[in-house]
């Protein structure tokens, strides 16, 4: 795996454990602690806000008829400390940018599609960032398909349309000759791999990771991403072909956030406000356990070594590391946050050690990565 990939992926993991780790203390429960935190009023009084139909535990219909899942409670405690009321619109994904182009919705959210692109920015406006996006790739559990370097010409990529996952199959198509499938959600993805109809699943991470970590004989199986030719393609090739999907550290990192029609800065305000509001006070804490995210939690042992079992990638990067020790180096990593806590730039030599502006050592190798280095000669 190239350096700078790996070193880079090592950063985006500390950032989201520090993130996690570092809330304010504060009794979630406390009414003075979810008063009404608007500074600005809108025109309406409840927003209609569009959510993927069949994406569990984010966004789904439950057997009542109702939306349901992390996004839904996320975006009412939002709209809640601003005073708003929400209607849920389900849809594809592919519907959530045109009905905001097209007023049919006010605001939108997808914690595990709706990434930021470059693209994207261009149609309509961002909120602050909810969590970030990370892709894999899966094929049906004991699948000669194990590792990305084993899709060939003719084999069926399975994806979900007008996500991040859709343009990084396309460069598989090109660069291979596969073919691409695509489904306008999740679980039809997922299934068409499981019945043997598509050969490859590439989707959100946090995905694969919810579906395993729940039923561990799930019939898919994380696909090793650790190649060059992986990381090759996801990321140059995309530079050198002029597109972007992200914009982020790599092909397959970025951050997902909730979106407005372009121009609406009133309710992206409030969004905004709410989002940082409900941050504050830990009632996104409270949304992220009462769904049992455990895929936001990197910092839990016990999912630390899930992560170790089932993914090639983690096993490979962690694999004699404890989490004493991951813990640790996460601490390390807090300098990395802003005061917004997003993250900032980072140099590190060839050794592994972590550099200032001028080249003079700040840390001697904090991560192990001289280490990782002499193990992996193609570095």
Known sequence: MKKNSLISILISLMVVVSAC???PESNAGNDNNSQKGNSVSYKKDTIVVGVENANAPFSYIDENGSVTGFDADLIKAIAEDQGLKVDFKPMNFGSIVPSLQTEQIDA????????ITSERSEQVDFSEEIMM???????KKGS????????????????KTGSVAETIAELFAEDLGAIVRRFDTTDKVLQDVINGQSDVALESTFIFYEVLWKDRNYGIQILDQTSDYFWDLTNEAFQDGGKEVNGAISGVN???AMAVKKGNTEL?????????????NQVMDDVEEKWNLIPMNFANEEFFEFRKEIDPFTKEFYGDMTFEEFLKASQEMTFMLD???GSTQSEFDENGNQIDENGDIIDENPFGLKDYKEKHTDW
């Open 268 to 280: 992206l305000d409030m969004l905004n406000e709410g989002l940082k509001n409900i941050k504050e």
């Open 254 to 256: 970025s951050q997902t």
């Open 339 to 341: 005061e917004n806590g």
């Open 144 to 159: 000669n398909i194990k590792d990305v370097t084993d899709i060939k010409k003719g084999d069926v990529l399975a994806v």
């Open 108 to 115: 939108a959210i997808s914690s595990t599609s709706l990434a």
């Open 133 to 139: 996006y990370d892709g894999s790739l899966a094929s």
């Open 21 to 23: 780790s570092s809330t």
